[in-house]
């Protein structure tokens, strides 16, 4: 299919003609001599500076309530500069974990520079986990400090009585002048009023550790996918080459930093190529977002499928709201064939799939300006980048067009995750041969664009947000009436999946709607939101394998109205 609002190819990125992903040229293109060290947290903000543009507008945030807040270039280097330096006074050191556990408030922003600059580890976790949640991730990372604020604060206070290696916890929002009501171990930042402080940011290189981002699987706690100061090289490859933004344009990422996408792209990408960032901290709402992008003047616009489900279930925008938009992506679902081509009619263009993970750190496949999109398709390969389907059993390249397998990528790449924190067997079963296994199963067509045909383990995608069924279940254990239980994901018309739980009651408990209730709400509370069971069923016996492992392959199947496959080890 041509697509007829296909932008002009993008223009030679750099000096080769073809845009390359190779590292010397993207080196170049960014300013940075192959031999000589150089921080991501100065590049995303001092070097902007340097070149003469301290005074663009790097940041344009608002929040629910209308308030809005204009932060330069400059304004990135002097507030990260008092971030790096406060948290060095305090006695973080290189290589500490320091988590961020914030909503979008400026501050996340400044305090992810001042934690690169000074070479610590940021650690960002989505300011909806709850204590249970939170703690896990604490304390699988030993993490040494939270900076968070009084909306968060009691998560992380009653986490942290289990967490011995938790030196401090630092509050944004505690006012000048206020009497501040600070615990032990607890002090305040607020780098807007802070004196200013000069700080030299370390000198790292490609390998040094510069994020600890969670994920969930199957099986066991999430595990921290670990990543470099490197890695800017291929995010600002792709956010280039794929979401096609210059240094002139406004853009907008509705992911939360909690998640990679708020970070590879909700600031590495856009601010290693100099682009001005709008940042609305407030949740949907398709009105509201219809008018964020015409007050900013948005021209690129970075979201994922549940939103645009759910603008496509409100009213449409008015025409001129959206004259300013040139290009809009998609990341973290399937994107309907259906919401391409509504977004054409409805949006004035369609949206551009793109496929990756947090482990791959940046793109890999994507619909790229130029490229005719496929709706229904995550489109191809990024320059760079090579991908392959594998035979399930021989896990060698399966050759027939269409024919689904393995997703996989040949390494390495410069923002391919560098192990998980701590699990070193689970890293390494990743890689079969000379492939990286993504975890999802596709297909790849006669004209060399890929299909996403489903993930291969148990692991729940809803609304974009990956949940561990394991936590679930663990969780669940925990509620008083639970005896077993077992998670799987059920198709969702806005969410694409919800969790739905399967749970054996103990002895002495029946199942109502009153229970079924009170354990979804356990699970919000303790858990997270996004984790909640959305439906229930109370069963007798959960399936099992003859080794009494659950069988969660089977009750999800019937979920998706799927053949239950194999179930020559069932136990009966
Ligand atoms: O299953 C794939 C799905 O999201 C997973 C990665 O989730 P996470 O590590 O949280 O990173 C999310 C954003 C990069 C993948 O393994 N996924 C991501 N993009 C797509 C997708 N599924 C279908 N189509 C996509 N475009």
Known sequence: MNDPHALP????????????????????????????????????????????????????????????????????????????????????????????????????????????KLGAVAQPLFSQFMADALEVRLADADTRAVITTARHVEKVRSARVRLPGLSWVILTDVKPGAAPVLGKGETAINAETAPPRAFTP?????????????????????????????????????????????????????????WVTGTSYGIIGPWAVGATQAVFEAGFSAPRWYEFIARHRVTVFYTAPTAIRMLMKAPPPAAEQLVSLRHMCSVGE???????????????????????QTETGAIMIANVPGLPIKPGSMGKPVPGIEAAILDAQTHQPVTKPGAPGLLAFRPPWPSMFRGYFKAEQTYQSKFVGAYYLTGDRGSVDSDGYYWFVGRDDDVINTAGHLVGPFEVESALLRHPAVAESAAVSKPDPTFGEVVKSFIVLRPGYAGSDELRLDIMNFVRKHLSPLAMPHAIDFV???????????????L?????????????????
Request: proline share 6%; glycine share 10%; hydrophobic share 40%.
């Open 334 to 356: 399937p994107l309907n064939p259906a919401a391409v081509l509504w977004a054409e009619r409805v949006m004035g263009r369609p949206f551009y799939d793109t496929y990756w």
């Open 9 to 116: 190819a993008v223009a030679p990125l750099f000096n080769g003609g073809q845009p390359s992903y190779e590292t010397g040229a993207l080196r170049l293109a960014l300013g940075l001599a192959s031999d000589k060290p150089f921080n991501l947290g100065a590049l995303l903000s001092d070097r902007l500076c340097v070149q003469g543009h301290g005074d663009r507008l790097a940041l344009v945030w608002e929040n629910h309530s209308g308030l809005r807040k204009d932060f330069t270039f400059d304004d990135l280097r002097r507030y990260s500069d008092v971030w790096a330096a406060t948290l060095a006074d305090l006695g973080i050191v290189a290589g500490d974990r320091v988590c961020l556990f914030l909503d979008r408030v400026p501050d996340l922003y400044f305090a992810f520079l001042g934690i690169l």
């Open 540 to 554: 007798d016996k959960l399936p099992k394998t003859r080794s009494g492992k659950i069988l969660r392959r089977m």
């Open 556 to 572: 999800r199947a019937q979920e998706w109205g799927e053949p239950v496959g194999d179930l020559s080890s069932l136990d009966d």
């Open 202 to 258: 370390l000198a790292a290189n490609d390998d040094t550790p510069s994020l600890l981002h969670y994920t969930s699987g199957t099986t066991g706690r999430p595990k921290g996918a670990q990543h470099v100061h490197g890695s800017v090289l291929s995010q600002f490859a792709t956010t280039r080459h794929v979401l096609d933004l210059r240094p002139e344009d406004v853009y907008w990422c509705t992911a939360d930093p909690g």
